[in-house]
């Protein structure tokens, strides 16, 4: 398949998850409600004594989704995504949850399909290679101020999580979410403004 086809299935695939995930997360901190419950799972737990849990759920839907929008650290979000969507299906299926399960079974084949096309960015994990071979493989990031940029937002949604069920919290973490939004439609412009600039010089050279 078409390099550039393919990099548009995962991108949009990434984004679809990560709006999904990252709003779930919000869900349970913040009471905003989502598509994904349940919605009152923090307190539920906490009837148990797994308040902590409930949080630590939470947290690890909103930085996983977070990876995923970005899309610059969507391998990363994917690799994460998946045992947590196989834990929470097998929750459902235990629960014996209608409905839950399939929609559950349809975000893990999206899940699965971009990690197939993310396989290039992890095939060393399963590889051969040793230490010595790996290590001659730099870390390589254009712009890593792109990288901390992105981390304003999830601090926004962090700190409005804090402040739980209340108006304030809501409001802090819609406007990361937002600010999430908005930054990735500047960036996508700007790489796509550049990447124009860059054919237009290079046929006039």
Known sequence: MNHRINARIASTI???????????????????????GPQYLIKDLAEHNLELFGKFIAYS?????????????????????????????????????????????????????????????????????????????RLNRKNIKVDIFYLVPLTLIFIGSGYGWTKIGVQFANSGFLLILLSILALNIYQFLRKKKEKTNFNDS
């Not at 998850?17 to 994904?36: N, Q, V, Y």
């Not at 079974?105 to 230490?131: P, Q, V």
């Open 14 to 36: 990434a984004f679809i998850l990560g709006l999904i995930f990252i709003k779930a997360g919000m869900e349970k901190l913040t009471g905003i409600p989502d598509i994904i």
């Open 61 to 137: 839907q909103v930085i996983i989704g977070f990876l995923l929008i970005t899309n610059r650290f969507r391998t990363i979000g994917a690799i994460m995504l998946f045992p947590m969507l196989i834990n929470i299906l097998v929750v459902t299926i235990s629960l014996e949850w209608k409905g839950t399960p399939f929609v559950l079974c349809f975000f893990l084949l999206m899940n699965i399909i971009l990690l197939i096309i993310d396989f290039n960015k992890i095939k060393f994990i399963l590889s051969d290679l040793d230490y010595e071979e790996l290590k001659q493989i």
